[in-house]
């Protein structure tokens, strides 16, 4: 097609769908790839160094890595990490299913009882941390003066090894309930009352419709729950950070904290990069295996 | 949905019986908030003794001047708003302009581009966190505001999530926006932003409440004082006090009412934001 | 006001679905041009791609004499009504009006006039402070074309403005259309399916079905000539019935039914007779035995359905292959008769056609024989 009056390659290049989406994506593209991807790349180039952070680095190889096998404390911190996983997950997630259920009802008072449940999702785990020692405080706290009151002995809670992380379970579940309770809350709208409606006149009992057709339909809320508190819980952090800094006796040393410890304040730079890339290999483990399992358990309703 | 049968005609007992479910809840919830309330009004005596005191003897508002002057408070609050405001009108932006292109514009090397930045999604924040601060470091920002928000200025949530939004919106209207005459940042901030309000409120509330709690990042990057937003300053003024419970609960208090007003406020648009985050 | 030219244009997309294929359309200057075609046969596209929202894969488009291939969307000075009317559901009526003008930086004085203007001759004046979610479809309609016309563009593109309308407006619509037309003559192209907008609304139509022109014409020409098998299942309704034939020794037989055509050599035939064509026989003249099924009185006149003694030659709007397959040995056929001569249904009455109303194509290439 000969034509004359073809603007100029560069006007065209300038007017073209390529140079406009470049140019909008351009700003977010350059901050997402020096705070997102390169931080991706030169974290795992780290961790193959002996890295102080300050002076220059050299590499080691998977020196770092070797260590880490090697480092009871870091398997300690692994296992701490998933005895809290292992508890927090399930309990969340369950109880606000059972709570959700409970406040998708009308019944008097029930928007008080929503905004209780809510509240603590918008105080911060600064905040969290820091009412939750003196509630838990061995001797002059909350929860013991209720333990004294009913006639049961009193319990060191944060400073017990055997308890603090059980502790810090409570305060996190207590920080998190109210968003797995909202989502459960918007999933249960979706639920399409003539199913319901068809299963009472198939006969089918107030639980058995719960249970056949509710919890099923939940399917995906409860997919995208249990990977989202699990990928959470991995991170533990600031309520430790706030409450027992790791202790007592390393007993609520988690891999982030451990990870914090060794890179900030050991400064082993290298080493703190080796525990987060496993840290990260093990999120991408969790949340690829939870979305295989989903894929062939859970039923979408579309 | 509702599971509530119609009401029986003998009844057990004279309310619902959630209410045996949901009552103790809603107190194991919301008594921690109202003991931080109460714990701040009273003397650092009553405040660690044992039993409790549940009713103060007055009302000791001067817990909160002196934790006010106890550590600089007023320069938490700058220090957070900035953090805070920056980073939601950062998102806000540089997301809108972004997911408009990955919604509309077929340029090149887009799907590629978008994957890589979904991708970035799976990674956690703690991978990052050495190498960012060694970068925040280069530009010479750490222990400054600035170095807390420039990380967090454009997230791949907030691309992944306008975009989905956008792409519902009748693309009709578009075009006859370009027919008559409008350019393409034009569509963008005529057309497609007015009518896209309850994305960028769900955007903006969720990048508000996430930077308003940090903790870790300011943790890591921030070493003074007057600069460290509230979070972080709680945690100061913790280390300083830690015996002081009516100062500390005075301290916590002024440090949340800012999120909590917000949330009572805007209750709906909480919730809402909260389940698209989950729906999605 | 300019032509708008299409040479030989097409457009595949990514797939390799060809939706506009070669096609050559002038629009004359101020004309109103009908394109017509079921869903899915491209005249959409061809639309889309006049106004600048699609790029041609190749080809040439012209406005005056100007190729606006590389030109956008924005610099093309057209106007467009979209079948959903696009308005901007954030602004107001007035606001949606001024959009356009405001986009070009028209004075405010000019950008008031013209909006009271337009207001005034689609009756939309009291109407100016409502969003588009407070309108009726028939007053969102008017606001979309209030909003093309404010531009006092150089084409106006409509595609299906009047479907989303319930039938009474979209007679009035109609007429107010033709009206807005003639007094305004701007070059006009008009998408749609619907038979009767095609016929009436149109100085001319164009037929296209699978990216091609089928026939391109003045309405009544299309009707009263169709070029081809396709153009006339396509143009009437109900559809011209299409029956299988054979000429032999000059005569051209479909069952029972037969016409003297001296001029033809032997072969296969398609016979096409029109519903309103079908006549009760008078005795003279060709005629069929017509054995009526269902009898739907429309008021005005009688729609019936009933079969007839010969195969069918199926409309290419059942797909092309269909076209040439033996039928069944009786054939469905459609007649529209006159109130007063209801047949009962079940019984059989005998129709006549006049030798001049009956179309004959090729049964192989489908087109017109003369």
């Known amino acids: ?302 | 949905m509702v599971l509530d049968a119609p009401p029986e005609k003998r009844r057990r007992l004279p309310f619902s019986p959630w209410h045996l479910l949901l009552a103790p809840v809603a107190a194991i919830m919301i008594v921690p908030l109202i003991w931080m309330a109460v714990l701040s009004l009273e003397t650092k005596t009553e405040a660690s003794s044992f039993p409790p005191v549940f009713l103060p003897s007055g009302l000791h508002f001067s817990n909160y001047s002196s934790a006010w002057h106890a550590v600089p408070f007023g320069d938490f609050f700058l220090n957070s708003a900035a953090y805070s405001l920056a980073t939601v009108a950062g998102n806000l932006l540089f997301c809108s302009l972004a997911a408009y292109a990955f919604a509309r514009i077929r340029f090149f090397g887009r799907n590629v581009l978008f994957v890589v930045l979904l991708a970035t999604l799976m990674v956690p924040f703690q991978v990052l966190l050495i190498p960012t601060f060694l970068i925040v470091k280069k530009l010479g920002m750490v222990d400054s505001v600035g170095g807390l928000i420039v990380p967090n200025l454009c997230t791949a949530f907030g691309i992944f999530m306008l975009r989905q939004f956008f792409r519902t919106l009748p693309i009709e209207l578009e075009e006859a926006a370009r027919l008559d005459g409008t350019s393409r940042l034009g569509i963008l901030f005529k057309i497609v932003l007015p009518l896209s309000l309850p994305a960028l409120a769900t955007l903006a509330i969720i990048q508000f409440m996430w930077s308003w709690n940090d903790f870790l990042w300011p943790l890591i990057i921030i070493n003074t004082d007057t600069h460290a937003p509230l979070q972080l300053g709680l945690s100061t003024l913790q280390g300083s006090h830690n015996t002081e419970w009516n100062l500390l609960m005075a301290g916590t208090v002024m440090s949340q009412i800012p999120m909590l007003a917000v949330f009572l406020l805007a209750q709906r648009w909480f919730i809402r934001s909260i389940a698209f985050t989950g729906i999605k | ?370």
């Open chain 3, 1 to 370: 006001m300019p032509r708008v030219c299409l040479e030989q244009v097409s457009k595949s997309f990514t797939g390799g679905t060809v939706a506009v294929d070669e096609l050559s359309l002038e629009i004359a200057d101020g004309e109103f041009m009908i394109l017509v075609g079921s869903s899915g046969c491209g005249k959409t596209t061809a639309l889309r791609m006049v106004a600048g929202l699609e790029k041609p894969t190749s080809g040439a488009i012209r406005i005056g004499e100007r190729v606006v291939n590389d030109v956008s969307a924005r610099d093309r000075d057209i106007a467009m009504v979209f079948q959903n009317y696009a308005l901007y559901p954030h602004m107001t009526v007035a606001r949606n009006l001024a959009y356009p003008l405001r986009q070009r930086r028209m004075p405010r004085r000019e950008i008031d006039r013209r909006v009271r203007e337009v207001a005034e001759m689609l009756s939309l004046e009291e109407l100016l402070k409502r969003r588009p979610a407070q309108l009726s479809g028939g007053q969102r309609q008017r606001v979309a074309m209030g909003r093309a016309l404010v531009r006092e563009p150089e084409v106006f593109l409509l595609d299906e403005p009047l479907s989303n309308l319930d039938a009474k407006l979209r007679i009035q619509m109609r007429a107010e259309l033709k009206r807005l037309h003639a007094r305004l003559g701007i070059t006009t192209i008009y998408v749609t399916h619907d038979q009767v907008e095609a016929m009436t609304l149109g100085d001319r139509l164009a037929v296209i079905s699978d990216g091609k022109l089928q026939q391109l014409g003045d309405p009544q020409e299309v009707y009263d000539h169709p070029a081809n098998v396709f153009v006339a299942g396509f143009i009437g309704s109900p559809p011209m019935n299409l029956l299988r034939g054979r000429a032999v020794d000059g005569r051209v037989a479909a069952g029972d039914f037969v016409i003297e055509r001296p001029d033809l050599p032997d072969g296969e035939l398609i016979v096409g007779i029109r519903p309103e064509a079908l006549t009760p026989a008078d005795g003279a003249g060709p005629s069929l035995d017509f054995d009526v099924a269902v009898v739907e009185p429309l008021g005005n006149e009688l729609i019936v359905h009933g079969s007839v003694n010969a195969d069918i030659a199926s409309s290419p709007e059942a797909g092309e292959a269909a076209l040439l397959t033996r039928g069944a040995a009786r054939a469905e056929v459609v007649a529209c008769l006159s109130p007063r001569e209801r047949p009962a249904e079940g019984s059989t009455i005998r129709l006549g056609v006049d030798p001049a109303e009956v179309h004959l194509f090729d049964a192989d290439t489908g087109l017109a024989i003369r």
């Open chain 1, 1 to 302: 097609m000969a034509d004359r009056h073809r603007p100029p390659a560069i006007k065209r290049l300038i007017g073209s769908e390529h140079f406009a989406g470049w140019a909008f994506v351009a700003p977010a593209v350059i901050l997402i790839a020096i705070f997102f991807l390169i931080p991706i790349g030169w974290s795992l180039l780290i961790s193959l160094q002996a890295n102080n952070l300050i002076a220059p680095a050299h590499y080691v190889g998977l020196a770092n890595y070797k260590a880490l096998t090697k480092d009871p404390a870091f398997r300690s911190a692994i296992g701490h990490t998933l005895l809290y996983t292992v508890i927090f997950v399930p309990v969340s997630v369950g109880g606000a299913l059972a709570l959700a259920v409970a406040l998708n009802r009308k019944i008097r008072g029930i928007r008080f009882y929503r905004l209780a449940v809510f509240v603590p999702l918008v105080t911060s785990t600064v905040a969290t941390g820091l009412v939750f020692l003196w509630l838990l405080d061995p001797t002059f706290g909350f929860v013991n003066y209720l333990l004294h009151a009913v006639g049961l002995p009193q319990q060191q809670f944060l400073q017990d090894p055997n308890e603090a992380l059980y502790c810090i379970v409570a305060m996190t579940v207590w920080g998190w309930l109210g968003f797995d309770v909202i989502v459960y809350l918007a999933a249960l709208q979706g639920v399409p009352e003539e199913l319901l409606e068809a299963a009472e006149i198939d006969g089918a009992s107030k639980w058995s419709r719960f249970r056949s057709i509710v919890v099923p339909l939940l399917g995906p809320a409860t997919l995208f729950l249990v990977v989202w508190s699990t990928i959470n819980a991995l991170q533990l952090f600031d309520e430790i950070y706030v409450t027992t800094r790791g202790g007592p006796l390393g007993s609520t040393t988690v891999i982030v904290y451990y990870l914090y410890q060794q890179a900030f304040q050991f400064f082993n730079g290298g080493y703190g990069s080796a525990i987060a890339y496993v840290l990260f290999l093990a999120i991408l483990v969790v949340t690829l295996v939870q979305l295989w399992v989903g894929r062939r358990r859970v039923y979408y309703t579309s």
